[in-house]
C-alpha cells in the first residue's frame, strides 16, 4: 500500500530530480552527510533513496536495505546502487506502511526525507517501530526556522513548494520527540534551516 498522490508527485519529478537537487548543493552538504553516514553500522535502513544521490557519502561494505515511495526514482537509482561497494536492496515501500517487523533494524537514516513525508510524526513513529530498543536514528534534515524574518519566508515558500515537493517549514526536532524518540545530539549546519539530528530509541 502507498499514497497514491504522493507516489505520483515523486513519481512525475523523478527525471528532473537530480537537477533539482543541483549538483553544487550535494558538493556543499558533502563533508556534513559523511561525517553523519560515517556512524551507519549493523542493519541498517535508509529512507527515500530517491535517485541515489546520497549512495557516494555510504560507508563501504555495509548492507543496507533502502525504501522510497516512488518506482521512477528507484529505477533511476540502480546505476548508483551497483556502483556502492557493499549491498544495497531497494524497495518500493511507503514510510507510513512499512511491512518490517517490529525492531528490525539497528539503525535507520534519512536524508532531506521528513520535509516530505505527508504525515512527518506517524512516519517517525513507524520507523520508531522498526528499529531494535536502543537502536539509532540519524537524520540530515532541512527544517523551519525559527528566526525572523527566515520563518516568515520558509511559511510563504511552503504554500508553494508543497505542491511540487517538500514543506520548508517543518519542525523537525520536535516531531522526532513526539514520536519517542530520545534526541541525543542537534548540530546546525546552515543557520538553523539545515541541521544534523541524532535519537535513540529508548530501551
Given at each position: 500500500?502507498?499514497?497514491?498522490?504522493?507516489?505520483?508527485?515523486?513519481?512525475?519529478?523523478?527525471?528532473?530530480?537530480?537537477?533539482?537537487?543541483?549538483?553544487?548543493?550535494?558538493?556543499?552538504?558533502?563533508?556534513?552527510?559523511?561525517?553523519l553516514?560515517?556512524?551507519?553500522?549493523?542493519?541498517?535502513?535508509?529512507?527515500?533513496?530517491?535517485?541515489?544521490?546520497?549512495?557516494?557519502?555510504?560507508?563501504?561494505?555495509?548492507?543496507?536495505?533502502?525504501?522510497?515511495?516512488?518506482?521512477?526514482?528507484?529505477?533511476?537509482?540502480?546505476?548508483r546502487?551497483?556502483a556502492?561497494?557493499?549491498?544495497?536492496?531497494a524497495?518500493?515501500?511507503?514510510?507510513?506502511?512499512?511491512?518490517?517487523?517490529?525492531?528490525?533494524?539497528?539503525?535507520?537514516?534519512?536524508?532531506?526525507t521528513?520535509c516530505?513525508?505527508?504525515?512527518p510524526?506517524?512516519?517517525?513513529?513507524?520507523?520508531?517501530?522498526?528499529?531494535?530498543?536502543?537502536?539509532?536514528?540519524?537524520?540530515?534534515?532541512?527544517?523551519?526556522?525559527?528566526?525572523?524574518?527566515?520563518?516568515?519566508m520558509?511559511?510563504?515558500?511552503?504554500?508553494?513548494?508543497?505542491?511540487?515537493?517538500?514543506?520548508?517549514?517543518?519542525?523537525?526536532?520536535?516531531?522526532?520527540?513526539?514520536?519517542?524518540?530520545?534526541?541525543?545530539?542537534?548540530?546546525?549546519?546552515?543557520?538553523?534551516?539545515?541541521?544534523?539530528?541524532?535519537?535513540?530509541?529508548?530501551?
Amino acid at each position: 500500500m502507498a499514497d497514491a498522490a504522493t507516489q505520483a508527485k515523486w513519481d512525475k519529478l523523478a527525471p528532473r530530480f537530480d537537477t533539482m537537487a543541483s549538483a553544487g548543493a550535494e558538493k556543499r552538504w558533502a563533508p556534513d552527510k559523511s561525517r553523519l553516514f560515517s556512524e551507519m553500522e549493523g542493519k541498517v535502513l535508509f529512507l527515500a533513496l530517491g535517485t541515489g544521490l546520497d549512495i557516494p557519502f555510504f560507508p563501504r561494505g555495509l548492507s543496507i536495505t533502502a525504501i522510497d515511495i516512488s518506482p521512477k526514482m528507484i529505477e533511476l537509482a540502480q546505476d548508483r546502487i551497483a556502483a556502492y561497494d557493499g549491498t544495497i536492496e531497494a524497495q518500493v515501500m511507503d514510510v507510513h506502511y512499512m511491512h518490517f517487523a517490529d525492531d528490525s533494524f539497528d539503525m535507520v537514516v534519512t536524508s532531506c526525507t521528513f520535509c516530505s513525508v505527508p504525515r512527518p510524526v506517524e512516519g517517525l513513529k513507524a520507523l520508531h517501530r522498526v528499529l531494535k530498543p536502543g537502536g539509532k536514528l540519524l537524520m540530515f534534515e532541512h527544517t523551519g526556522s525559527r528566526w525572523y524574518p527566515f520563518r516568515y519566508m520558509m511559511n510563504l515558500m511552503t504554500l508553494i513548494t508543497r505542491r511540487i515537493g517538500p514543506d520548508m517549514n517543518r519542525p523537525t526536532v520536535a516531531n522526532v520527540r513526539a514520536a519517542g524518540f530520545r534526541i541525543t545530539e542537534v548540530c546546525n549546519v546552515f543557520l538553523d534551516v539545515v541541521k544534523t539530528i541524532k535519537a535513540v530509541k529508548p530501551a
